[in-house]
Structures are given as structure tokens and as C-alpha cells.
């Protein structure tokens, strides 16, 4: 059984940091391509970021230069390092296998003073 487990979420002032980490179990994680999505309060989820199993990546316009996605293949986990956080920012924040179909429960991000 898939398993994908966000984690790394809080509350943190504007131009601030977090960590986002994501476990997958159950899969041949190398094999896939990942992504982190986000879906703010009374908005459709979005794409913020995906990276192949090579390790290519593609970023969202709106946080380009500010979050990085990287893999850890021996440990199962995908990141995302978000910099200079923004107000708008704010969302619950998943990862996913693209193309496969399966969410985590995602992890609450807050950007606020």
C-alpha cells in the first residue's frame, strides 16, 4: 500500500522559512517522478513544484527563486525548501506521485506577522 506522509508545516513570519519533507512507503520511489502541490483557503489546489526521478525540476512562476524540491532516494523523501515566505504562501501544502494518483493528507503552512 502507497503511503505518502507530509510533515514540516507551521506558522511562520513573512520572509521567513520552512522545511517541508515528504516519506513515501510501499513504492519503488526512485522510479517516480514527484510534486508538491498547495491549495489555499476557498482556492483550487496548484501545482508548486515537481522534480523526475532524475532530478529535473519545474517550479511554479510564483515561487521560482524562493522554494527549492529536492529527493532523497535512499531515505523515500522528497523536500521542498521554502525561502522568503509571502502571505500568499499560506495553503496546505501535499505531495504526490504524479501520474499515480496518490495524495498525502498534506501539511498546514501559515505566513503571517
Known amino acids: 500500500q502507497v503511503q505518502l506522509v507530509e510533515s514540516g508545516g507551521g506558522l ?3 520572509g521567513g522559512s520552512l522545511r517541508l519533507s515528504c516519506a513515501a512507503s510501499g513504492t519503488i520511489f526512485s ?3 514527484m510534486g508538491w502541490y498547495r491549495q489555499a483557503p476557498e482556492k483550487q489546489r496548484e501545482s508548486v513544484a515537481h522534480i523526475t526521478s532524475g532530478g529535473s525540476t519545474v ?3 510564483s515561487v521560482k527563486g524562493r522554494f527549492t ?3 532523497d532516494n535512499a531515505k ?3 523536500y521542498l525548501q521554502m525561502n522568503s515566505l509571502k ?3 499560506t ?3 501535499y505531495c504526490t506521485i504524479l501520474g499515480m494518483g496518490y495524495w498525502g493528507k498534506g501539511t498546514l503552512v501559515t ?3
Open 31 to 33: 522510479h517516480y517522478a
Open 59 to 61: 517550479y511554479a512562476n
Open 76 to 78: 523515500n523523501t522528497v
Open 69 to 71: 524540491i529536492s529527493r
Open 12 to 14: 511562520v513570519q513573512p
Open 87 to 89: 502571505p500568499e504562501d
Open 111 to 113: 505566513v503571517s506577522s
Open 91 to 93: 495553503a496546505v501544502y
